[in-house]
Structure formats: C-alpha cells, structure tokens
C-alpha cells in the first residue's frame, strides 16, 4: 500500500482541507492519506476550538484514512521543530510522499532546497552566528541567512504555509529514504485572509472570526465539522487567562525562569503584565516587542500555562511513540503493518508514563469548559 502523508491542525477541518486531502491522494496515487495532527495545543500557542476528537471524527469522514497525534512536545513549537516532529512521525510509517498546501508551487524546487540546507549546513550555522548580535527575531536572521547562501529562495514571512514547506523539506532531507514531495497550490483563500469569499472554500482564520462574530460558515465546512461547530462550545485563549494568569503570579521569576524558552528576563515583563491587564490579548499586546512576536508569546505562555521545563521537553522529544487518534478499514489495515513501532491505539498508566506532556496539557484543555475526558478510556475514532 502506497502511503501519503500530510501536516495538519484542522482548527477547525474545513472544505479547503477536504480538497488537500482529495489532491493528496490524487496526485500522488496513494492507497492511504495519513494526517499528522497537533492535539489540543496548536504551532501558533493557542488550544484548538474544538477537541482533538471531534477534529479527528470530522477528518476520517472526508478523505484521511488515519490520524496520529502530533504530541504537543512538538506541536507547540516554531516551524523547524513542528515540522521534526512531523517528519519523523511520518517516516516511522513508511510514508512514500509528504503532501502541503503552499502559495508556491511552480516556482520554488522545495527537493532541492532540502538538499540544499543539508550539504551546507555548517555554512548555515556560521552565517546566522554571525547574526547573532543583532536585535531581530529568528525568522527575520534566517531570511537575511538564505538570501545570502541561497539566492533562489524568496522568503516571504506573511506566508506561513510556504515557510513551513521549506521546513518539511529541510527534514525530510536528512533521511536516507526522503520522501516525495508534492506541494499543492492553495485553492481560493489564503492562509491570513479573514473574509469568507462567498465560494465553499474560506481559510481557518476567516471561519473562527465568522464563528466569533456569529456568522454563517455551513457553506465553508463539511456536515461533520458544521455540526461540532453548532454544538460545542469553542475553546479560546479567554477560557485559560485566568490559570495562566494565576501561573504567573504566584510563580517566582527564579522558577518562571526554568520555562522552557523563557529567555532574556522576559518572564519579568510577563509577571508584570499579568498584573496589569484583564484579558489574553490586553496580555500578550502589552509583552510582546519586535524581538518577541505576538506568536512567540502565545507558544510562552502555553509552555508556562502547562509548566512545560527545558529538561521535561528535551526528554518528551527523546520519546518515540505513534497516538492513534482515528482511522479508516485502510487506515486500520495499513497500521497493521507497521507493528515494528510503539502505538499506542488508547493510552492507560503505563502509556501515561512516558507520554507525560501529552496527558497534562489534555488534562489542563479540558479545565477550559465542560470537555470530555481526552486521555483515560479514549479509543481511535472510526467511520
């Protein structure tokens, strides 16, 4: 069975992922369509608005064929590290293509990029010590890196699709078996665009600002998600202000410093924020500066809302399991030959004590609502 594999959030799963997941298997010719998907604690730090489940269900009922989590060691991370952990869980399952939607496809040979940052990787490093001095972020130090080594490339921040292609490249090459790569021009919306279009295809940011503003967004998502969206109540980081809030000050900045990526005194700048202001995002626009983006200070304050360490992650990372989430009768049958790895299909005590950050930031998601239990006696959703 030919496999194809693809990156996902599905916050929520709308017709635009339907039509990747239908291109995916079309150009590719795959028997199976596999979606790595970030539980419930998305790349950009803020909880998914709905549970990892209810996306799940509403993936395998419109063209993927098994879901594995993507654990949050991982999935809360900027785009190299997300897409480590995505490349590798793909590869422990034989994946013969990796397929992403990007605003760039004819022009850029994402193959040869990947090939690119491997064979040079010494000069890339050297290039961005160089840089290191100056008081710019890290997306803004790679940009000036590449267009220096690697003129071909032309990096565009306000694209993050396009960014985090070129991150599954670089990964994807340091396997000795890489898999293809087929990218798949984005249809209709982009990735930023906040309005329904008035076609079925709209981009996630467009549909959570329609839902927020009440507007009608049946026309945009499939049956599935359309009723979860109806039925459920939708998560925000309004619902987590208060425990991160509480985390914040009754927390020393000597342990607020043990945070993992908590650097440059900036936990001082949080503690007296989380004084000052009301609300997620009084919070987060009173922190941020140019050196720490908005996105920056929401993955912080999700490593400090589940109390995540430097030492905890680096050992999470070390951790080398597959969580089913859900599956098709092919998804099940092409699990069943891949038995050489560590699956776990529902997690009990004994799973529980080596996917730690998994289970707490589930068990700290659901504090935000009444959410069903996400870890304990949760088996792989089916058609």
Request: net charge neutral; glycine share 4%; with cysteine.
């Amino acid at each position: 069975m030919k496999a194809c594999g693809i990156v996902v959030e599905y916050n929520p799963f709308h017709n635009g992922h339907l039509y990747h997941a239908q291109k995916a298997r079309e150009q590719t010719g795959a028997d199976v369509v596999i979606a790595v998907m970030s539980g419930n604690f998305l790349q950009r730090g803020e909880p998914a608005i709905l549970d990892k489940w209810q996306r799940t269900q509403a993936a395998i009922h419109n063209g993927i064929d098994l879901v594995v989590e993507l654990p949050v060691e991982w999935a809360v991370q900027s785009a190299d590290y997300f897409a480590k952990g995505a490349i590798r869980i793909l590869q422990k399952l034989d994946c013969d293509y990796i397929c992403f939607g990007t605003e760039d496809t004819e022009s850029f040979d994402y193959e040869s990029f990947g090939q690119f940052v491997h064979t040079h990787q010494s000069e890339i490093t050297q290039a961005f010590q160089q840089l290191s001095n100056q008081a710019i972020s890290y997306p803004q130090k790679m940009t000036k890196v590449f267009q220096q080594l690697y003129p071909a490339i032309t990096l565009d921040y306000s694209s993050p699709n396009h960014i985090l292609g070129l991150s599954y490249a670089k990964e994807n090459a340091t396997y000795e078996q890489p898999m293809k790569i087929v990218p798949i021009k984005r249809k209709v919306a982009d990735y930023h665009d906040e309005n329904l279009s008035g076609q079925n295809i709209a981009s996630a940011t467009a549909i959570r600002k329609a839902l927020l503003e009440k507007r009608g967004i049946n026309e945009v998502v499939p049956l599935q998600t359309a009723f979860f969206l109806e039925n459920e109540r939708l998560q925000t980081w309004d619902d987590y202000w208060p425990f991160l809030q509480y985390r914040l000050l009754s927390s020393t900045t000597t342990s607020l410093k043990t945070i993992y990526q908590m650097t440059e005194g900036i936990e001082t700048r949080m503690q007296k924020a989380a004084k000052e202001v009301k609300s997620f995002s009084e919070f987060v626009a009173l922190v941020k500066t140019k050196r720490y983006t908005w996105t920056r200070i929401q993955r912080l304050s999700c490593y400090v809302l589940l109390n995540i360490e430097e030492q905890e992650m680096i050992e999470q990372q070390n951790q080398e399991y597959l969580h089913i989430l859900g599956f098709t009768k092919a998804g099940r049958e092409y699990l069943k030959s891949k038995k050489k790895n560590t699956i776990y299909a529902k997690i009990g005590k004994k799973e529980a004590e080596v996917a730690k950050l998994l289970v707490r930031s589930d068990q700290i998601y659901q504090l935000g609502g009444s959410i069903p239990e996400q870890v304990f006696g949760r088996k792989p959703c089916t058609e």
